[in-house]
């Protein structure tokens, strides 16, 4: 593996948390405000409340970075 390969896996590994907190959050918020599941372009929707604005617009700065490393990682030689 190559330090390239190995730097990409990290940030996947990093990024993968991240998105999954801010998710997690979004979602939780979400259910105590309207009591039913975000729809599942969350990421994509602005919203009214700060809070939830707050944890959606951190995911999707993070989704490139994710989705970069990624390929990195999977089309290395």
Request: glycine share 6%.
């Amino acid at each position: 593996m190559t330090v390239i390969t190995i730097a990409a896996l990290g940030i996947v590994t990093v990024t993968s948390v991240v998105l999954w907190l801010m998710g997690n959050r979004f979602t939780r918020r979400f259910i105590a405000l309207n009591g039913v599941m975000p729809p599942l372009i969350w990421m994509f929707r602005g919203t009214q409340d700060e809070e939830l604005e707050r944890s959606r617009r951190t995911a999707l700065g993070v989704l490139p970075i994710y989705l970069v490393a990624l390929a990195l990682y999977l089309f290395q030689p």
